[in-house]
């Protein structure tokens, strides 16, 4: 049987805004000195919440963590419309809010539920041609993109209060809940992008269980093994 150290696993990391996912994993690499790190999911530098960062042995669970559905909350100000679906774009667009009650949101929030083709936003991570499409979007061009299949199990908004809306949706891997808030703005006439993200959940781990990353740094490698998922029981819930 296959021997592995108490670094084998992954750890839960609650990720601040600011960091990329990278940063995150560069940043713990440096301070334990572990070859392999990597990171199940990716979160935009503003999103916070749950970051799975997988160790050691551990890496070779990572296609198959980040597979796993996820949950998000966030909010969304509706009048407004950039060229990321967030707050970090340009504002394309800027048109008055029609009165909108939260009974109302929901009805609509409801139609996104289920399966359906989704347009990856420009200011993105993938590649074209090798070349990640937010470098192109800098550069003010702009790709034909594939729309890819994805699942909505659910999406509700929680409260309104003209213009920002908060919500909570679950959805499958690679969703792009920045899209969502776009789609809505379109569908609603006035426009809308993304404020605040949060990943809540991932599979069967939750934010709750993860740590701030602030305080992970300051474990020593002791209390870092501590807090490690084992690689067997990681598989387990793989």
């Known amino acids: 049987m296959q021997d592995f150290s108490a670094l084998d696993g992954a750890i839960l990391v609650d990720k601040p805004a600011g960091p990329t996912s990278h940063d995150v994993v560069d940043a713990i690499r440096r301070k334990f000195g572990i070859k392999k790190v990597g990171h199940c999911g990716t979160l935009d530098p503003n999103a916070t919440g749950l970051l799975i960062i997988v160790l050691g042995r551990g890496t070779k669970l990572s296609e198959r963590l980040m597979g796993d559905d996820k949950v998000y909350e966030g909010t969304i100000k509706f009048g407004e419309a950039t060229d990321s679906y967030d707050c970090d774009g340009e504002i394309t667009s800027s048109l008055p809010v029609p009165l909108l009650t939260l009974e109302q949101l929901n009805e609509e929030a409801a139609k996104f539920i289920g399966d359906q083709m989704q347009m990856p936003p420009m200011v993105s991570a993938i590649k074209k041609n090798g070349v990640p499409l937010y470098k192109l979007a800098r550069k003010g061009i702009e790709v034909e993109r594939e729309a890819r299949l994805i699942h909505i199990y659910n999406f509700r908004f929680t409260s309104y209060a003209e213009p920002l809306g908060e919500f909570r949706v679950a959805c499958t891997k690679g969703t792009y809940i920045r899209s969502i808030a776009h789609d809505l703005g379109q569908k609603l006439g ?48 793989a």
């Open 190 to 237: 006035c426009g809308a992008h993304l404020t605040t993200l949060r990943r809540s959940a991932s599979g069967k781990f939750d934010v709750k269980d993860a740590l701030p990353l602030d305080a992970i740094l300051k474990l020593t490698a002791t209390e870092l093994e501590k807090r490690v998922m084992p690689f067997l029981k990681l598989a387990a819930n």
